[in-house]
C-alpha cells in the first residue's frame, strides 16, 4: 500500500520542477551579468593599466583562449561532480576571476584572470545547458530557449551596471567586488533549487544507441561523429553571426555615416529581436521541429543581412543586423540539443565538443572579417554573415525534424 497520495506527489514533482526551472534561469542570468559588468570599464582598466589598444585586445582574447583550452574537461567534470555543482559554483569562480581582472596592476595579471575567468565560464556553459535539458526532459516539451533568453536580459542587466558604475566614477574594486559577491550569492542559492540524482535520471533506459561510441557498427560510429561535426559547423556560424554585430556592427554603421549614437543601434537590434526569437523559440520548436525553425533562421539571415548589404543604408543597415539576430536565436540551443541527445557517446559529451567549437568561433570571427576588411573593405567583409546563412540553411539538415520530445529518437542512428 502506497503512503502518499499520487496527486500530492504529482503536485510535488511540478513544485520541484518549476523551482529548478527558475534556479537554472537564475544561473543563465547571472552567467550572462557578470562578464558584461566588466565590458564598460575597459576603457578605464586601458588607462590605469597604460595599455595600446593591441594590449587590451591581446589580454580580453586571454577570455576566449581559456574557453577553448579548458572548455572539452566540461563533460567529465560534469559527470563526475554533477552539473548543478559545475554550474553553481564554477560561477563563482568566473565572478571570482572577473574581479580580479579589474584589479591586476599589469598587463600579465589582467590576461591572466582573463583566462581563468574564460576557462571557468567554458566549464559552467556546459553545467548550466546540461542540467537545463535535464529540466527540459521533465517537462518533456523545449523550455531551452527561454533559458537564453534570460542570459539574453543578465547581459544587457550587467551592461547598464557596469556603465552606470563608471559613469558614477566608482572605483573598480567597489564595483566588480560587489558585482561577484551579489551573483556569486545568487548562484549558489540557485544551486539548493537545481535537480538532485544522475545527470540521466530524467533520460530513458540506456539502450544500444547508448553505449560508447567505439561498441558502436562502424558505420553508425561515423554517422555519429560526423552529425556531431556538423552541429558544432551551424553552432559556429551562429556565433560568427552574433560576433559580427557585436565586434563590427558600430563601426560599419559609422562607416556609412551614423553618430555615435546611432553607430551602437545595429548591435542593440541583434541583440533585442534575438531575445524576443528565443522568448517565441520554444513554441516555434515544438510546432514545427528544430529542423524547420533553425532553416527558416538561416534564410532570414539570408535575405535580412544580404539586402542589407547589397543595398547599403543605416535604417537597412540595423534591420539587418536585427534579423540576423532573429534568425539565429535558437540555432545554438538547437544544436547543443541535439549533440546531447546524439547516441554512442558519454553523456555530456557531445554538448561539451558542440561548446568547443562554438567559442572557436566566436575566437575567430573577428579576425576573419577582420582580414577581408582590410584587404578590401568592411563591406565584402560582412559577406561572411549571409554565407555563414547558406551554412546554417544546408547544415539544418542534421537537427531533428520533429518537435523536442521527439529527438531523441530522430537521432538514433
Not at 591572466?112 to 571557468?120: I, K, L, R, T
Not at 558505420?219 to 559556429?236: E, K, M, P, Q, Y
Request: charge should be positive.
Amino acid at each position: 500500500m502506497t503512503s502518499q497520495n499520487p496527486v500530492a506527489e504529482a503536485h510535488s514533482d511540478r513544485a520541484v520542477d518549476r523551482r529548478a526551472r527558475v534556479a537554472v534561469a537564475l544561473v543563465f542570468g547571472t552567467n550572462g551579468a557578470v562578464f558584461a559588468n566588466l565590458l564598460p570599464r575597459y576603457p578605464q582598466i586601458k588607462d590605469a593599466l597604460g595599455l595600446s589598444n593591441a594590449e587590451l585586445g591581446t589580454a580580453v582574447a586571454a577570455f576566449p583562449l581559456g574557453a577553448l583550452l579548458a572548455g572539452l574537461t566540461a563533460s567529465t567534470l560534469v559527470r563526475r561532480y554533477g552539473s548543478a555543482r559545475v554550474a553553481s559554483f564554477g560561477m563563482v569562480v568566473v565572478a571570482l576571476g572577473i574581479f580580479l581582472a579589474g584589479l591586476a596592476p599589469s598587463w600579465l595579471l589582467l590576461a591572466s584572470a582573463m583566462f581563468v575567468a574564460g576557462a571557468a565560464d567554458a566549464v559552467v556553459d556546459v553545467g548550466q545547458n546540461a542540467h537545463a535539458l535535464r529540466v527540459q526532459r521533465r517537462y518533456g516539451r523545449s523550455i531551452l530557449n527561454s533559458f537564453h533568453a534570460v542570459w539574453s536580459i543578465g547581459a544587457v542587466l550587467g551592461g547598464a551596471m557596469g556603465s552606470a558604475a563608471a559613469g558614477l566614477g566608482l572605483p573598480l574594486p567597489w564595483h566588480l567586488g560587489g558585482s561577484a559577491v551579489l551573483f556569486g550569492i545568487v548562484a549558489l542559492v540557485a544551486f539548493r533549487f537545481l535537480l538532485p540524482g544522475p545527470e540521466d535520471a530524467e533520460r530513458e533506459p540506456a539502450d544500444e544507441a547508448a553505449r560508447p561510441v567505439l561498441a558502436l557498427r562502424s558505420r553508425d560510429a561515423r554517422r555519429t561523429l560526423l552529425v556531431l561535426g556538423a552541429l558544432g559547423v551551424i553552432a559556429s556560424c551562429g556565433a560568427l553571426v552574433e560576433d559580427a554585430g557585436a565586434s563590427w556592427g558600430a563601426i560599419y554603421l559609422n562607416g556609412l555615416g551614423a553618430g555615435a549614437a546611432v553607430a551602437g543601434l545595429g548591435f542593440v537590434a541583434l541583440q533585442g529581436l534575438e531575445f524576443v526569437g528565443r522568448l517565441l523559440g520554444d513554441r516555434l520548436v515544438d510546432r514545427f521541429g528544430q529542423r524547420a525553425v533553425a532553416r527558416s533562421g538561416g534564410i532570414i539571415v539570408l535575405v535580412g543581412m544580404g539586402l542589407a548589404l547589397a543595398f547599403p543604408t543605416i535604417p537597412g543597415t540595423i534591420v539587418g543586423f536585427g534579423l540576423s539576430g532573429l534568425g539565429v536565436a535558437t540555432l545554438i540551443p538547437a544544436a547543443m540539443h541535439a549533440a546531447d541527445e546524439l547516441p554512442g557517446l558519454p553523456r555530456g559529451t557531445g554538448l561539451t565538443i558542440v561548446s568547443w567549437l562554438l567559442r572557436l568561433g566566436f575566437l575567430l570571427s573577428p579576425p576573419i572579417v577582420g582580414l577581408v576588411a582590410d584587404a578590401t573593405s568592411l563591406r565584402l567583409g560582412l559577406v561572411v554573415v549571409p554565407l555563414a546563412a547558406v551554412v546554417i540553411v544546408v547544415g539544418a539538415a542534421v537537427l531533428p525534424r520533429g518537435s523536442t520530445a521527439d529527438a531523441a529518437a530522430t537521432l538514433r542512428p
